[in-house]
């Protein structure tokens, strides 16, 4: 089955205590990308990648890092998170950039509580 | 500013009316619009995506309207089903207006009322 996995889909955490969202898919898309999304905010860009060792900044990249050693994973990191990084996280990939017309493939979601 | 907006934050229907959802923007020139639909608590779903050059798109009870001179798109479900409520979000690919390739909307949170 076609699908974007995220792990895991819920954690709480303490300020500072650094983390990983693993993000992993099995379409072969070159482009993938992690979003947030909170009340009021909609949907927004942290980090996107092209393809493998190509990535950028998205609209809201502080306190976050990525990377793209593998085709398949898009690892968020998150080195010393804060309270203000409590969201709901997006992983999603597409067959070729956006700026391609196709659609993204949207992963179930990471609810992170950060305290 | 760069700027996407979607008519309101939440629209009642009764059932087999059309819904009509509204999408906005401003100092985009965008290449192509889609629009996705979002179930609580789980992640985006393609719906439909449009480019520039058309005009119009239909899937089944859905179609999608694109006029680059208002900035606006148009999103219609017909005969609506209490199973069509969701929040409803257009994006945008504004690779030609910054850093990042495709922008979404905060979304409309449609509600279908039987």
């Known amino acids: 089955e076609a699908q974007v996995t995220q792990n895991p889909r819920y954690l709480i955490t303490v300020t500072g205590k650094k983390l990983t969202v693993t993000c992993s898919q099995n379409m072969n898309h070159e482009y993938m990308s992690w979003y947030r999304q909170d009340p009021g905010l909609g949907l927004r860009q942290i980090y996107y990648s092209m393809n493998v060792e190509a990535t950028d900044k998205g609209d809201v990249p502080e306190g976050y890092k990525v990377s793209r050693k593998e085709k398949r994973n898009f690892p968020l990191i998150l080195e010393s998170p804060s309270p203000n990084q409590t969201s709901l996280y997006f992983c999603?990939?597409?067959?070729?950039?956006?700026?391609?017309?196709?659609?993204?493939?949207f992963g179930p979601g990471t609810r992170l509580t950060v305290t | 500013s760069q700027k996407i907006e979607q008519n309101s934050e939440a629209l009642n229907i009764q059932e087999g009316k059309t819904a009509t959802l509204t999408c906005n923007y401003t100092?985009?020139?965008?290449?192509?619009l889609q629009w996705y639909r979002q179930d609580p608590g789980r992640g985006p779903v393609f719906l439909l995506l449009?480019?520039?050059?058309?005009k119009e798109k239909r899937k089944e009870r859905l179609k999608v309207t694109f006029d680059t001179t208002l900035k606006q798109s148009l999103f219609h479900i017909t005969a609506s089903q209490p199973a069509d409520s969701a929040t409803y979000l257009c994006?945008?690919?504004?690779?030609?207006?910054?850093?990042?390739?495709?922008?979404f909307g905060k979304g409309t949170r449609l509600s279908v009322i039987a």
């Open positions: 999603a990939s597409s067959f070729n950039p956006p700026s391609s017309p196709y659609e993204q493939y």
């Open positions: 449009i480019r520039e050059n058309e």
């Open positions: 100092n985009y020139s965008p290449a192509y």
């Open positions: 994006a945008l690919d504004i690779a030609n207006s910054g850093n990042t390739p495709l922008v």
